[in-house]
């Protein structure tokens, strides 16, 4: 708790965590081949402990992030001049750090993400249909995914307003992040209060494995993201598993998107465009 406010809780996790991992290697009487990190925050047990080959596997921009230590550049940077190798989960990221590092590193080797297509194929007609989506007015414009603070709650206000008969179905853990996400230019004071509005659905998390059924009923899959503090270097699985399920479907202008699926994607540039795309 609070390791990320307080540079004193972080040490003493970093040590827990060194001795942690030190014991196993120890219990194991070998020195890993691999030790892999994805978070740029433990520089230090990164550090310590032995290993033949240190990999930092950059997931996110993390250190963008509002919650992220002060001290969040200077910690990546520890790790990556550690790191024998550095991969990316997303091209916009391994460009932006290899140009960021690039006095540590001579290239950042991009590992695109996947999805499990045949998971996520449409269902035979005999599959168990979700009533809470099934006996929604339709069109249904849905979102499977962590409802937090990369959501654009203006975009799904757009939706609501300009597209009063079709139901918005969000499917996910909310999290506090999505409540406090203003819009460029906006406060959080300005956050548009999504419970006002009849035609959003917010239906909680649901099984991974009932996933595709509910793909089934979206009749527009969306990725409403905002494109600030670092959410613009992600590449969603969820665009690659909607396409499985072979749905039409619109995302805000996601830098890897549009260089990668901008041929398969409508990309909404602004929430109203975005609204046009999704009609």
């Given at each position: 708790?609070?390791?990320?406010?307080?540079a004193?809780c972080?040490a003493?996790?970093s040590?827990?965590?060194?001795?942690?991992?030190?014991?196993?290697?120890v219990?194991r009487?070998?020195?890993?081949h691999v030790?892999?990190?994805?978070?740029?925050f433990?520089?230090l047990?990164?550090?310590?402990?032995?290993?033949r080959l240190?990999?930092?596997?950059?997931?996110?921009?993390?250190?963008?992030?509002?919650?992220a230590?002060?001290?969040?550049?200077s910690?990546?940077?520890l790790?990556?001049?550690?790191?024998d190798?550095?991969t990316?989960?997303?091209?916009?990221l391994?460009?932006?750090?290899?140009?960021?590092?690039?006095?540590?590193?001579d290239?950042v080797?991009?590992?695109?993400?996947?999805?499990?297509a045949r998971?996520?194929?449409?269902?035979?007609?005999?599959?168990?249909?979700?009533?809470d989506?099934?006996?929604?007015?339709?069109?249904?414009?849905?979102f499977?995914?962590?409802?937090?603070?990369?959501?654009?709650?203006v975009v799904?206000?757009?939706?609501?307003?300009?597209?009063?008969?079709?139901?918005?179905?969000?499917?996910?853990?909310?999290?506090?992040?999505?409540?406090q996400?203003g819009?460029?230019?906006?406060?959080?004071?300005?956050?548009?209060?999504l419970?006002k509005?009849?035609?959003?659905?917010?239906?909680g998390?649901k099984?991974?494995?009932?996933l595709?059924a509910?793909?089934?009923?979206?009749?527009?899959a969306?990725?409403p993201?905002?494109l600030t503090?670092?959410i613009?270097?992600v590449?969603?699985?969820?665009?690659?598993?909607y396409?499985?399920?072979?749905k039409?479907?619109?995302?805000?202008a996601?830098?890897?998107?549009?260089?990668?699926?901008?041929?398969?994607?409508?990309?909404?540039?602004?929430p109203?465009?975005?609204?046009?795309?999704?009609?």
């Amino acid at each position: 708790p609070m390791e990320n406010r307080f540079a004193f809780c972080r040490a003493i996790n970093s040590l827990l965590l060194y001795r942690a991992i030190r014991t196993e290697i120890v219990r194991r009487g070998s020195i890993p081949h691999v030790l892999l990190t994805n978070s740029p925050f433990f520089s230090l047990p990164f550090t310590w402990l032995p290993s033949r080959l240190r990999v930092y596997d950059a997931m996110d921009e993390l250190v963008r992030f509002s919650w992220a230590p002060p001290d969040a550049a200077s910690q990546e940077r520890l790790v990556i001049a550690q790191a024998d190798l550095v991969t990316a989960g997303t091209l916009s990221l391994a460009r932006a750090k290899a140009h960021e590092y690039e006095d540590l590193v001579d290239r950042v080797e991009y590992i695109g993400c996947g999805a499990d297509a045949r998971h996520f194929s449409p269902p035979g007609p005999d599959a168990p249909k979700p009533v809470d989506i099934y006996d929604l007015p339709r069109p249904i414009v849905g979102f499977f995914g962590a409802i937090n603070e990369r959501v654009d709650p203006v975009v799904l206000e757009a939706l609501a307003r300009a597209m009063p008969e079709a139901s918005i179905v969000l499917i996910g853990p909310v999290y506090k992040g999505f409540h406090q996400s203003g819009h460029e230019g906006q406060g959080r004071e300005d956050t548009p209060d999504l419970r006002k509005f009849g035609n959003i659905h917010f239906l909680g998390p649901k099984p991974y494995a009932q996933l595709p059924a509910c793909l089934a009923a979206f009749d527009c899959a969306i990725v409403p993201y905002r494109l600030t503090d670092g959410i613009e270097f992600v590449q969603p699985v969820k665009v690659l598993e909607y396409l499985a399920g072979g749905k039409p479907v619109v995302s805000t202008a996601i830098p890897d998107v549009v260089e990668i699926y901008g041929h398969l994607v409508r990309i909404g540039r602004s929430p109203r465009d975005f609204v046009q795309k999704a009609r």
